[in-house]
């Protein structure tokens, strides 16, 4: 059998993009497809859990199965999904309201978990599906439609949350830089464990404070720093606290550690989806008589 090339366009649905123009996630999702593309990957083996928000609705537009699930629950389903069927490659995405606040509980546990899945956090700062309000990455004194006077809210610190939970991937990306963004999607699916990739992706509409201009005077290239080590835990943790988080590319790689699945007690290595579920006839027949 003749072997299939892939490029981003096997990628693509027939559903129109909703998004605002200019909005941070078509970068993401073009980064998506290039990723997926560049990995060769069967859209049949890949599955998207997308949460609620602008941002989830990318599993409409990246042609593979799709769960197009509650409002920050994408890790338990993404989870359970693998878990499932370990031959697939599972990637969830949401924003940073879905997952950093109303789904926070999930994400700590499925970093420390190490489960090999991929999250793609769509962080724009503020939830624009319900017209502008504060999210859990505003800054604090951030004025939106729901904190006119400023929030007095503290962000949270979603690397350095990663990092203390015990992340094995953490990369960071920007959606004026969308080549780049691929080259990261595509590494982080390829490492075996958990891997976190926070994009940065601007909200034209809602958010006047972190625009594209914002981030380009801002965001220090760790991957064009010869002297960075993406492998020193103490440099990645000292990096992005001295960056206020304003840093894109690999920030910690660790590949020593296993996955979930590798010390799951009794995980088989055959798929469950596709384990034997009948019992021989004499097993019923003890059940039988054990209930008889």
């Known amino acids: 059998m003749a072997t299939v090339i892939r490029t981003p366009k096997d990628y693509r649905t027939n559903a129109a993009p909703w998004?605002?123009?200019?909005?941070?996630?078509?970068?993401?999702?073009?980064?998506?497809q290039e990723a997926a593309a560049k990995l060769n990957l069967a859209p049949e083996n890949v599955v998207l859990v997308a949460g609620i928000g602008c941002s989830g609705k990318i599993g409409?537009?990246?042609?593979?199965?799709?769960?197009?699930?509650?409002h920050g629950r994408t890790m338990p389903v993404a989870m359970g999904i693998k878990l499932a069927n370990r031959d697939l490659t599972v990637i969830a995405a949401g924003g940073d309201g879905d997952g950093y606040g109303i789904g926070l509980n999930h994400f700590i546990h499925a970093v420390r978990r190490n489960i090999d899945?991929?999250?793609?956090?769509?962080?724009?700062?503020?939830?624009?599906?319900?017209?502008?309000q504060f999210s859990p990455t505003s800054a604090q004194g951030f004025k939106t439609t729901s904190s006119p006077a400023g929030t007095a809210d503290r962000p949270?610190?979603?690397?350095?949350?990663?990092?203390?939970?015990?992340?094995?991937?953490?990369?960071?990306?920007?959606?004026?830089?969308?080549?780049?963004?691929?080259?990261?999607?595509?590494e982080a699916i390829q490492h075996k464990g958990f891997s976190l990739v926070n994009c940065i992706s601007p909200c034209v509409t809602y958010n006047k404070v972190n625009t594209y201009d914002f981030y380009k005077e801002r965001l220090v290239?760790?991957?064009?720093?010869?002297?960075?080590?993406p492998r020193n835990y103490d440099l990645a943790v000292e990096t992005v606290r001295k960056y206020d988080e304003l840093v894109i590319g690999r920030i910690y790689i660790d590949?020593?550690?296993?996955?979930?699945?590798?010390?799951?007690?009794?995980?088989?290595?055959?798929?469950?989806?596709?384990?034997?579920?009948?019992?021989e006839p004499e097993h019923w027949q003890a059940i039988l008589k054990e209930f008889a």
């Open 60 to 70: 409409d537009y990246f042609r593979s199965y799709s769960v197009h699930t509650v």
């Open 221 to 229: 290239n760790l991957d064009e720093d010869p002297d960075y080590d």
């Open 156 to 186: 949270i610190k979603p690397l350095q949350l990663a990092l203390s939970a015990g992340v094995t991937y953490l990369a960071q990306a920007f959606s004026s830089h969308p080549d780049h963004m691929a080259e990261i999607i595509a």
């Open 117 to 132: 899945i991929t999250y793609i956090v769509m962080d724009n700062h503020i939830y624009g599906l319900t017209k502008g």
């Open 255 to 279: 590949d020593s550690q296993p996955s979930y699945q590798d010390l799951l007690p009794g995980y088989a290595e055959e798929p469950l989806v596709k384990a034997r579920l009948e019992y």
């Open 19 to 32: 998004w605002c123009p200019g909005c941070g996630d078509f970068g993401v999702l073009r980064a998506l």
